[in-house]
């Protein structure tokens, strides 16, 4: 199993950015939970963002509004279009993913990850 993360680099204040995963070697069950998450160097990892099957999605206060999940379920890859950015969003990002039934938050036990993408924003 296998999740690719691209779509990383420097970017000024105000710019955007859009991450992809793609999700490899892994049949995402009818009911599943994708979610991103970043960690900025001397910082605990964070949830950015998470996404359920269903389309239910929930969001980090700090990137309410200004980031949106999605995935597309015919090429297995999620998404994440970062718009406003803001220095403070800089840190590696990283997507992870897991079967669930139920709420799907990023405090979720996620079991795959990605090798992660760094955003730098200036």
């Known amino acids: 199993v296998q999740l690719v993360e691209s779509g990383g680099g420097s970017v000024q204040a105000g710019g955007s950015l859009r991450l992809s995963c793609a999700v490899l070697g892994y049949t995402i069950g009818s009911n599943y939970c994708v979610g991103w998450f970043r960690q900025a160097p001397g910082k605990e990892r964070e949830g950015v963002a998470a996404i359920d099957s269903y389309g239910n999605t929930n969001y980090d206060d700090s990137v309410k509004g200004r980031f949106t999940i999605s995935v597309d379920n015919a090429k297995i890859t999620l998404y994440l279009q970062m718009n406003s950015l803001k220095p403070e969003d800089t840190a590696m990002y990283y997507c992870?993913?897991?079967?669930?039934?139920?709420?799907?938050?990023?405090?979720?036990?996620?079991?795959?990850w990605g090798q992660g993408t760094q955003v730098t924003v200036s």
């Open positions: 992870a993913a897991l079967n669930v039934i139920g709420v799907c938050t990023t405090s979720l036990p996620f079991p795959y």
